[in-house]
């Protein structure tokens, strides 16, 4: 068990973690594709209450704080992609080209195969005798054997007609007669077959690309990232499309975790600080590249509670994104001072005056958690 996780959570946890990785949105909200609006909301819901990081606020789960995490996240983005139409249409296209889920065929009647045709029998060789065995009059009188008792076949008897023995040679003969089969070499028509599905899935992967290059063009850094992906899993070799996806991916979590701040920013002009805790939340899950979300989810934790502990967690990755920031290092070493963790403090203090030697407040802290 994993802090205020039950069992059951775990489990459930990492399966929903797998599907994240492995499978749709529908298999992660547990939806069938002709959902209807109410189904669509009630799954949400449901996980959504059930796997919130802010349930478990201030509690050790054991290591799983990122992969809940990442699985609220992704039910959300499911959520919001599997309830906007023009959205859900594009993605069940992309799953579709990417052969995760097959559009369903057309009914068909199906026709009982015809009997493949007898092939006619050939004609007797030349010189033969044009009656074959099956061509004689049948006759009249009783099998010779009919009332008498059986007696043992002769050991090795030679066969009587001479049509049997010219069709039906003894397999040592036809051994001794035949030459040694060459090994076949495969013909154009069947490499061809081979070539076939590798050419598609180039084809596919260069379509995806494309797709990618038109969403970056149109700023939809996101969108280029599952695009560019894509086509790497259809041709999984190819160094353009690996470092285009690399730079969509960081490029498209930065847009999402702007967006994100944004409202964040706008809840705080509200005063709303729980809304502002949640989008701060939702930017961090994207992993951005630059400090900011971090710093001000820190700054909310430690201002409601006197939390130290929680906001140093964000503070200190605040400095691992930015650490050229004097107010990001200000707000750690003022958190590692209020834990008692004077040498970390002391350090941090003197990282600060490196990079602004006339930092007052920063003299004063290095002067304290001196000795």
Do not use: C
């Not at 970390?344 to 007052?360: G, T, V």
Request: no cysteine.
């Amino acid at each position: 068990m994993s802090g205020g996780l039950k069992p059951e959570d775990v489990s459930e946890l990492h399966r929903l973690s797998e599907v994240l990785r492995e499978g749709t949105h529908y298999e992660l909200l547990g939806v069938a594709e002709d959902f209807d609006r109410t189904a669509l909301k009630n799954a949400y819901h449901n996980l959504s209450r059930r796997f919130h990081p802010d349930r478990y606020y201030r509690q050790d789960l054991g290591g799983l704080e990122k992969m809940l995490e990442d699985v609220f996240a992704g039910v959300n983005q499911a959520y919001r992609t599997l309830g906007d139409e023009r959205a859900r249409a594009q993605y069940d296209q992309d799953l579709v080209t990417a052969q995760k889920r097959k559009p369903k065929p057309a009914a068909a009647a199906v026709r009982p195969s015809a009997a493949p045709p007898r092939p006619a029998s050939s004609p007797p060789p030349a010189g033969a005798s044009p009656r074959s065995p099956s061509a004689r009059p049948p006759s009249l009188s009783p099998p010779p054997n009919v009332g008498r008792p059986a007696s043992p076949a002769p050991a090795a008897a030679a066969p009587a007609d001479p049509y049997t023995v010219r069709f039906s040679p003894p397999a040592a003969a036809t051994a001794a007669t035949k030459p040694a089969a060459e090994p076949k070499k495969p013909s154009s028509a069947a490499m061809d077959a081979l070539k076939a599905p590798i050419i598609e899935r180039l084809k596919k992967a260069r379509g995806f690309f494309k797709l990618g290059e038109a969403d970056v063009a149109a700023n939809e850094w996101s969108k280029a990232a599952r695009n560019f992906k894509l086509a790497m899993e259809f041709d999984p070799r190819n160094e353009e499309y690996k470092k285009r996806f690399a730079e969509a991916d960081a490029k498209g979590r930065r847009q999402q975790a702007e967006k994100q701040i944004e409202l964040a920013k706008k809840a705080e002009s509200f005063s709303s600080t729980k809304e502002a805790f949640f989008h701060y939340h939702q930017a961090v899950g994207f992993d951005p590249p630059m400090g900011e979300p971090f710093y001000r989810l820190g700054k909310i934790i430690q201002a409601n509670g006197n939390d130290h502990k929680g906001a140093l967690t964000y503070f200190r990755r605040a400095v691992d994104k930015d650490p050229q920031v004097v107010e990001y290092r200000m707000a750690l070493a003022n958190v590692y001072e209020a834990l008692t963790m004077k040498l970390n403090a002391n350090r941090e203090f003197k990282a600060i005056l490196a990079l602004k030697p006339d930092h007052e407040e920063a003299k004063a802290g290095l002067k304290r958690t001196a000795g």
